[in-house]
Structure formats: structure tokens, C-alpha cells
């Protein structure tokens, strides 16, 4: 089997990997997570992935010699930099941290904002896609969670570190309204959640007319609870992938890189 890239998804609690073969597809017995070193700063993020990539070696009895490796970061990444850090420590602002892995994973090294990650899987081989090609027209990936998570494309090209969850809406910011986890913290039915999310969705589809919307995160696994309440001009979907969609979405920009 030919490796073509390893995807590093890491998250404020866990570092989610895994190995993609030459035809884009998740190796499934090297898809498993690993705790993120607590207080997550970079230094010891990186060596808890040299230690990640050591066991892949052991997995896929392979040295994984010349495979590229992308990571993501909860934070807006531009030319490998770091210019904020949600969940994670505050010496990631500024950081260079393609250089920084680079260095310690000894291979080259890809690194972008984990929403757009999760964005380009869906795009490139999720319901953003079709026949194996991106979906023509302007597509947005949103993943539902602590926060909200956002991805842009226009015609397969990503529009990168598009911030939507922190949008204003009526006086506060988005995913404080509209984000999965205020149906438990404020026990809403999925009647009163489909109403905020389609508020937010309404506010969405007029600052940037997309023609697709795909429903990421784990609440996307309960999509009938509350999709068919939505009403925009754009086509609602859910997400194809879950879990595995950043490991994939940084594994595909690694390959392209």
C-alpha cells in the first residue's frame, strides 16, 4: 500500500491522526486519537506528534520516509504562522509553526486552520463534492460544536480563515447562540435550536449568498432533528465526515502542498 500523506487534527483535549493512501482515502487502522499535552503549548504539542508519526511507523510497518504531513491548529493560520489560539496556549500567537514542526517531525510539513481542514474534506470528498470533483459555486462548511467552525469555498478554492462563528447576531456572538453545545447548557427542544440555527443561517445567506451549506460537527449525525426545519435559498446538507474530517482535510493539503 502507498502512503500519500498523514493528517494531524489537533484540538485544546486531543490530537486525532491518521494516514491517507494514494487515492485519498483514510487508512482506517491508523485513524486513533492522542490526549494533547495539557496546557498545549507548542514545544510539547510538537514532540507529542513526533511521537504520533513513530507510531504510524509501527502501524503501517513502514518508516514513512518522504510522506508530507499537514496539521491543523485551532486558530487562523496564515504562510504557517499562528494569529490567534482558541483552546490552546497563548505563545502559539505569532509562532511559526510550520517551522516549528517542520523542525521536530524532520519532514515537510503543511499547516492550516482546523475548520478549513474539515472544510476541504467535505469538498474534495464529502457532500461539498460530486463525481470526486468539488461542487461548482460558493460552498460553506460550518461545523457545529463548542463554537462554530467555518469554511469557504468558491468553485473547490478555499477562501481561508473565514471566521463566521464570531459574527454578531443580536448583540452577542454567533456561536454563543447558535453553536451545538447551548442545547444541552440552555436545554433546548430541537424545535427552539432549529429556530437559532436558522436565525444564524438567515444572517449568513445574506453577507455571503452561498449556494451550498454543509452541516459539520457531531450534531450532524442528528440531522433529521432539525434540517428539515430550515428554510434558505441555499441547499442545506449534512456533513459526510465526522471525527476524521480535519485528519483528512489536513492530509489532502499536505499531498497538494
Not at 53 to 80: H, M, R, W, Y
Not at 154 to 171: A, K, M, S, T, Y
Amino acid at each position: 500500500m502507498s502512503f500519500a500523506a498523514i493528517g494531524l487534527d489537533m484540538g485544546g483535549s486531543s490530537i486525532k491522526y491518521g494516514v491517507v493512501s494514494t487515492d485519498g482515502t483514510l487508512i482506517e487502522k491508523t485513524f486513533s486519537q492522542a490526549p494533547t499535552p495539557a496546557g498545549a503549548r507548542p514545544q510539547e504539542v510538537a514532540l507529542a506528534m513526533k511521537q504520533i508519526i513513530e507510531d504510524l511507523k509501527q502501524v503501517t510497518g513502514s518508516d514513512l520516509a518522504g510522506v508530507p504531513v499537514g496539521v491543523t491548529v485551532p486558530g487562523i493560520v496564515i504562510d504557517g504562522v499562528v494569529h490567534s489560539a482558541a483552546n490552546i496556549d497563548a505563545s502559539w500567537l505569532g509562532l511559526d509553526a510550520k517551522s516549528l514542526l517542520a523542525e521536530t517531525l524532520g519532514c515537510e510539513v503543511s499547516v492550516l486552520n482546523d475548520a478549513d481542514a474539515a472544510g476541504m474534506a467535505e469538498v474534495f470528498a464529502g457532500a461539498g463534492s460530486r463525481d470526486g470533483a468539488p461542487i461548482m459555486g460558493s460552498t460553506l462548511v460550518l461545523t457545529l460544536g463548542t463554537g462554530i467552525g467555518s469554511g469557504m469555498f468558491r468553485d473547490g478554492i478555499l477562501f481561508p480563515n473565514v471566521e463566521f462563528g464570531h459574527l454578531q447576531l443580536d448583540g452577542a456572538e454567533a456561536e454563543k447562540k447558535a453553536a451545538a453545545r447551548v442545547i444541552r447548557e440552555e436545554n433546548l427542544s430541537w424545535e427552539q435550536y432549529g429556530q437559532r440555527l436558522q436565525r444564524y443561517l438567515s444572517h449568513v445567506e445574506f453577507l455571503c449568498s452561498p449556494d451550498l451549506i454543509v452541516i459539520g460537527g457531531a450534531i450532524s449525525q442528528e440531522y433529521e432533528q432539525f434540517l428539515p426545519q430550515l428554510k434558505l435559498r441555499a441547499k442545506v446538507v449534512p456533513a459526510h465526515y465526522n471525527n476524521a474530517a480535519g485528519v483528512l482535510g489536513a492530509a489532502h493539503r499536505a499531498m497538494n502542498h
